[in-house]
């Protein structure tokens, strides 16, 4: 006979109303009974403590403190709502505590959770220093205010998700109440050990997911899909025992937005998961927006899609949002903290601490560790670590990068050239990360009149990709974040940039004989906007062409960076020719990726030093390559994964 397995989440069955009634108690009885608690609260990782005294806590953090310290989870102390002040007198009172200058937008009142979100064009006024301003709205209304920022570009993207969380507040705060429960099940805290089992993206670039298992939880890290094929390896390894069925999972963390990281996430919502999904805002913003359009591609090219629209809101209704540096407990014994990845906005490495000082695991998603125009290097220092898992893209002993520099005066020489004999300049891009890279450099440029101040067009969702950075300084850089937030000069704002809105609009800058520059998805070729000012431009010399991003083998891209004099297009059941005379340069040095060097230095840089790295994120030969020369030069025990291998840290 079988013997029954352990399910974590079900083994134990919780009185979740026992669990809070409990938990008020023992709160109550740590006040002394001063202070009139009236309902305690699981809100995703937080424990909500309701009290009619709210204002003495305002006053005093040290009770909130002791509050923490007791239970051991974060606390938030909350007004009891049905002492608040009706939300017009309360909107009223909060427009003459924040100053003018913060330009406060809309105000939204919840009244079953007593919290007031307050949209802000400057919100780091609305906040004040060190949170005086919310700390003063608190001490005068009870309500507790979050502000969130009003994007000098603004969003649908955004401005969707906020409405659709406002519309969904009710059935949010019951899904928060579950996972609140689930993370505080008593745990069995005996007969520990860890492992991780490598689901995809192991000796190979997509499909990345990792399952971190101990005796008490599951975690799935990352759940990406494979771009470049429909066949069976679409999808990681999602259908083993140990993952199935999904309900099991405690909780899925995603590092950053693209889709081989985090394309599959919504199918988990299909097929029976409805935990959370933890990850940093921008993440979540910039993958919905890359989940909506791969759902676009995908109908539009006939493929069945893995997952409907409406698992894509699924998941936006189960993401619990974090900054980087913050602390929560995602299961019994498992805390999550992201840091700075370096590689695209929110882009995040995953840090675990697991049963209580047993274990602790970084999990580094894709990586730069370099300076660049956008983001601060990857994070390098941890509290604990013992295991990194780190990605090998170009891990190759071969794969040196040029410097940022080098790739800008490359740039401007393609671009000076060009203008002179009167011609266009076509890049393709991505939309998410190097677009916006590419901006900043064309921006400064213009600035410092190093090229002539032509118009830039962006075509694609780079538009809207940008509108998302510019909603989240605080991810950038520190040059940039000061840049913006004390200088007020925002280079994403420049007037060089111009949308291109319409099809009336390409054709127009298709046929317009005076030079500018274009930025247009997709940035393999492989479809997109790109296509229409390609087929157009390709055959006058005095064009030029500039790649800046990695171009797989099989794309367009590839074979027209590969020197092409001449490729065939399908265009409505025809064939058409198109003979390349334009100019087509590539420039390195734009990648988001750590090369090589990084890499090394990134992993001999990593404080404290971990006892075992595993290798991940990149091709076969990258991830051996790059584990010897760990192993070798850094006496670092290394592990090179296949898909479907497990292993046991304790
Ligand atoms: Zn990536």
Redesign the pocket.
């Given at each position: 006979m079988r013997s029954k397995t352990f399910r974590p989440g079900q083994a134990v069955k919780v009185e979740h109303e026992d669990l809070l009634a409990k938990l008020k108690k023992s709160i109550s009885e740590q006040l002394k009974g001063t202070i009139d608690i009236t309902r305690v609260e699981f809100e995703g990782p937080i424990i909500v403590v309701y009290t009619r005294d709210a204002k003495i806590f305002a006053k005093d953090n040290q009770h909130a403190r002791n509050i923490a310290h007791m239970v051991r989870r974060r606390v938030e102390i909350r007004a009891d709502p049905s002492i608040l002040d009706p939300p017009d007198r309360a909107k009223t009172a909060i427009l003459k505590i924040i100053p003018n200058s913060a330009e406060v937008g809309n105000m939204y009142f919840d009244s079953t959770t007593g919290k007031v979100t307050i949209e802000a064009a400057m919100p780091g006024l609305a906040i004040g220093k060190n949170g005086t301003v919310l700390n003063a709205i608190r001490r005068k209304v009870g309500w507790v205010p979050e502000v969130v920022r009003i994007s000098p570009i603004p969003s649908k993207t955004i401005d969707n998700i906020r409405e659709y969380l406002r519309d969904v507040r009710d059935e949010r705060i019951e899904i928060l109440k579950k996972i609140g429960k689930m993370i505080n099940r008593p745990s069995i805290r005996q007969d520990n050990w860890v492992r991780t089992i490598a689901l995809g993206g192991y000796r190979e670039v997509g499909r990345s997911c990792t399952l971190l298992n101990t005796r008490e939880s599951k975690i799935l890290v990352d759940v990406g899909m494979n771009n470049s094929t429909t066949g069976p390896d679409v999808s990681p390894y999602l259908y083993l025992s140990e993952v199935q069925p999904l309900s099991t999972i405690d909780a899925v963390v995603v590092t950053?937005a693209?889709l081989?990281?985090s394309g599959l996430v919504p199918a988990l919502f299909m097929y029976g998961y409805d935990g959370p999904i933890y990850c940093t805002a921008p993440t979540r913003d910039l993958m919905s927006l890359l989940q909506v359009d791969s759902l676009k591609v995908f109908n539009a090219e006939g493929i069945k899609p893995l997952y409907r629209s409406e698992d894509i809101r699924g998941s936006i209704k189960h993401c619990i949002t974090l900054d980087y540096g913050e602390t929560v407990d995602v299961s019994p014994d498992i805390k999550l903290t992201l840091h700075n990845a370096g590689?695209?906005l929110g882009?995040a490495i995953a840090h675990f601490h697991i049963g209580d000082g047993l274990y602790n695991i970084a999990i580094t998603?894709?990586t730069k560790y370099e300076k660049t125009w956008l983001f601060d290097p990857a994070q390098t220092n941890f509290p604990r670590l013992e295991a990194a898992l780190v990605e090998a893209t170009y891990g190759g002993g071969n794969d040196i990068q040029p410097s940022r520099d080098g790739a800008r005066e490359n740039l401007k020489e393609i671009i000076n050239t060009t203008i002179d004999r009167k011609g266009h300049i076509l890049i393709p891009v991505f939309a998410v990360?190097r677009s916006q890279e590419v901006m900043l450099v064309l921006e400064r440029l213009v600035r410092q009149n190093e090229i002539p101040e032509v118009p830039v067009y962006l075509d694609g969702m780079i538009w809207e990709a940008t509108a998302i950075h510019t909603a989240y300084p605080e991810f950038l850089n520190r040059d940039l974040r000061e840049a913006i937030l004390k200088r007020n000069r925002n280079p994403f704002l420049s007037p060089i940039f111009k949308r291109v809105d319409s099809n009336e609009m390409r054709e127009g800058i298709i046929n317009d004989p005076a030079s500018c520059i274009v930025l247009a998805t997709s940035g393999m070729m492989n479809g997109g906007p790109v296509m229409e000012y390609f087929k157009n431009w390709a055959d006058d010399p005095k064009n030029s062409m500039s790649f800046v991003g990695y171009q797989a083998e099989g794309t367009l891209g590839r074979r027209i960076q590969r020197g092409a004099d001449e490729i065939s297009l399908m265009e409505r059941d025809k064939h058409l020719n198109i003979k390349i005379r334009m100019d087509v340069e590539t420039t390195e040095g734009f990648s988001?990726?750590s090369d090589r060097k990084q890499l090394m230095r990134f992993v001999s840089n990593l404080n404290p030093r971990p006892s075992r790295i595993l290798m991940f994120h990149g091709d076969e030969k990258k991830c051996i390559e790059l584990g010897n020369a760990i192993n070798r030069q850094l006496k670092i025990e290394v592990n090179v994964l296949h898909n479907l291998e497990g292993i046991r840290y304790r």
């Open positions: 950053h693209h081989d990281h590689h695209i882009s998603g894709d990360g988001g990726h």
